[in-house]
T-cell receptor, first 114, second 112 residues
């Protein structure tokens, strides 16, 4: 079955500390992978995406993610967290075909301590 | 969320009432979809469409109907609202040129 797992429901980090949000997926075909961020009461904003090529992808707001096929993972990282990064983060996987069915993880809520 | 317009932003319904959530795009993309977001469950696909006249079910289609008569519009219909349909609903389009998905700003629905 196709699925995405984000093992951490809540994460709290201090401002300026590094961050890693975990994402594991189960997908039969070559996956297209995404990370989205959602601030309270807002819609979803794309942080970054991976389709092929370099397994380390850079996104907006200083985020990066690394695709590890052997571990079926696509973890999101940021070297130094800012208070404005507090939000909910979603990992998602989708196909390359036109069906475009995007499957989401449960989400990780990030709290940033001053 | 330019290019995807959802209306209304908020709605309160009584159990058994019907309503239509609207989604419109001005980007001429073939793929459109509806998701619902519930705490702790991420976003789950309700229905999707790969072009005018073509729709299919997603993960949680029960209680919802869709149609796609034009490329621009993809309305989601609740025929008889139930409290379990209290959720935030997002419409999304897929840009096949850059493989990106663009989401609307959402509709917060409460069924009492």
């Amino acid at each position: 079955a196709q699925s995405v797992t984000q093992p951490d429901i809540h994460i709290t980090v201090s401002e300026g500390a590094s961050l890693e949000l975990r994402c594991n997926y189960s997908y039969g075909a070559t996956p297209y992978l995404f990370w989205y961020v959602q601030s309270p009461g807002q819609g979803l904003q794309l942080l970054l995406k991976y389709f092929s090529g370099d397994t380390l992808v850079q996104g907006i707001k200083g985020f990066e993610a690394e695709f590890k096929r052997s571990q079926s993972s696509f973890n999101l990282r940021k070297p130094s967290v800012h208070w404005s990064d507090a939000a909910e983060y979603f990992c998602a996987v989708g196909p390359s075909s036109n069906t475009g069915k995007l499957i989401f993880g449960q989400g990780t809520t990030l709290q940033v301590k001053p | 969320n330019a290019g995807v317009t959802q209306t209304p932003k908020f709605q309160v319904l009584k159990t058994g009432q019907s309503m239509t959530l609207q989604c419109a795009q001005d980007m001429n993309h073939e793929y459109m979809s509806w998701y619902r977001q519930d705490p702790g469950m991420g976003l789950r696909l309700i229905h999707y469409s790969v072009g005018a006249g073509i729709t299919d079910q997603g993960e949680v289609p029960n209680g919802y109907n869709v149609s796609r008569s034009t490329t621009e519009d993809f309305p989601l219909r609740l025929l008889s609202a139930a409290p379990s349909q209290t959720s935030v609903y997002f419409c999304a389009i897929r840009d096949l040129l850059n493989y990106g998905y663009t989401f609307g700003s959402g509709t917060r629905l409460t069924v009492v």
